[in-house]
């Protein structure tokens, strides 16, 4: 099953109905019946996604969402368009506003003596933005709560992340990258850490892996994010940590093997030195 | 008289050429045409080997039970795969044979990349159980891919004091971009 726009923004006001459609296709080689309704949703920080009966989250719009269909059948290669009609009602907070349209596959049950029945559903997220009476009713800020990265690492890939809420009034689209600076100030790397949407009064992370980092190093990280406000400009945050790059294990290997040879060399000196007074 | 024809010839001439070679410029005639496309976030997700959780043969008290599904995603988005048993005994969502059911702490999974991969992302390496309440991670960060699997293993251990009877529960499987 596809379906697409899997993501749905609308500037909507007050007291007005919008409409848009959303499609499903059947890319299997069977017929599918497809169930089609709203939910309520958030992403916790990190990036779990969770569902709820409608009306259950602040900030919701799926009592609002409308829609001409709820149940079909698909033959293989059809697609069809939903068309969801979305009326605000007069008196909202302005600000965003969100809503989880999904589409389900409903599964034949199977009776077994231990049988679970696996159903496939995919989420068209809605994202309005309900103007208010004046521009500054609706604004978009973000501020980084902090940075997630070890102290000490032994070496790639090394988990760097940044903790970012959204202290705006609407849903805001977040990304984020990483300089690395080694001891002398010198560039070692960069990383991109992706982008993600952060649902108002919510926290997320942003992370990714860095995989060539310096052989011994103190590193220094900064991660700088950026987004848009509420008047299409680009603000950009930032914030540094520093942590260490030492491969302990092969360190600790080195000075075993260093400490070896120098035994063995004394140990042989030593020899030597004896053989010379017996000659003697 | 015949270079005053021979004249006149030549003018002829000279006035057809030029009327040729102007329509021809006039009939040359470019305009541009601009095509344009709105692409949309779209993903699509099914279910592969579902019937590796169908165990039709009985089994008894404490046995243990696996088996693999596929997930197979395709995005031009990033995306996250999440799980929810959302029918079976009628508060946890458990496997229930309408009497009896199987504690959630019996019923675990892992995921790992099918095949093929995913580009980006990571699954559940440490087994954890299917949460009746609550989405929970199946695959998280996955990156924008033509194609690609998730597979996750299930593993059933079936208390030794275990009523008998037909154990069922559905699982929904719910794939979000961003």
């Known amino acids: 099953m596809k379906v697409w726009p899997a993501r749905v923004e609308l500037t909507i006001d007050r007291g007005e109905t919008a409409k848009t459609v959303v499609r499903v296709g059947n890319e299997g080689d069977k017929p599918i019946r497809v169930h089609v309704y709203a939910m309520d949703f958030c992403a916790d920080k990190k990036h779990g996604l969770s569902l709820s009966e409608p009306g259950h989250e602040s900030f919701s719009c799926s009592a609002w969402l409308d829609l001409d269909q709820t149940d079909f059948e698909l033959a293989p290669g059809e697609s069809k368009e939903v068309k969801v009609a979305i009326s605000v009602p007069p008196e909202v907070e302005p600000g965003g506003h969100h809503a989880a349209l999904l589409f389900e596959t409903v599964s034949l049950k199977v009776e077994t003596a231990f049988s679970v029945t696996i159903s496939a559903r995919i989420a068209s997220l809605f994202y309005l933005t309900i103007p208010g009476v004046t521009d500054a009713d609706v604004f978009a800020s973000a501020e980084i709560v902090s940075l997630t990265m070890p102290g000490l690492a032994a070496g790639g890939p090394v988990e760097v992340g940044v903790i970012v809420r959204n202290t705006g009034n609407v849903h805001l689209e977040v990304a984020a990258t990483a300089y690395f600076y080694g001891l002398w100030g010198r560039n070692v790397g960069e990383l991109d850490l992706g982008q993600v949407v952060i649902l108002r009064q919510s926290e997320r992370v942003i992370e990714a892996n860095w995989e060539k980092t310096p052989f011994l190093d103190k590193v220094k990280a900064k991660v700088v994010i950026g987004y848009f406000d509420e008047h299409g400009e680009l603000v950009n945050e930032d914030a540094t940590a520093s942590f260490w790059v030492t491969p302990q294990r092969k360190i600790v290997i080195a000075a075993a093997a260093s400490l070896a040879a120098l035994l063995v060399l004394a140990w042989l000196s030593r020899r030597r030195y004896r053989l010379r007074l017996e000659r003697r | ?178």
């Open chain 2, 1 to 178: 008289m015949k270079i005053g024809i021979l004249l006149l010839m030549v003018i002829l001439a000279l006035v057809v050429m030029a009327g040729l070679t102007m329509s021809g410029r006039a009939g040359t005639v470019t305009d541009t045409v601009s095509p344009t496309v709105t692409v949309s976030t779209t993903v699509s997700l099914a279910m592969e080997d579902v019937s590796n959780v169908e165990w039709d043969t009985p089994h008894g008290a404490g046995s243990s039970l696996s088996g693999t599904i596929q997930a197979r995603i395709g995005a031009n988005t990033t995306w996250t795969l999440t799980v929810q048993p959302t029918s079976g005994h009628t508060t946890t969502n458990n496997l229930t044979d309408g009497s009896h059911s199987i504690p959630s702490s019996c019923f675990t999974y892992t995921s790992a990349a099918g095949s093929p991969a995913p580009s980006g992302g990571s699954g559940i390496s440490s087994a954890i159980p299917f949460d009746g309440a609550n989405q929970t991670n199946v695959w998280t960060g996955g990156t924008t891919t033509a194609d690609c699997g998730v597979a996750i293993t299930y593993n059933l251990q079936i208390p030794a004091n275990q009523a008998p009877g037909t154990y069922t529960a559905t699982h929904t499987y719910t794939v979000t971009s961003g």
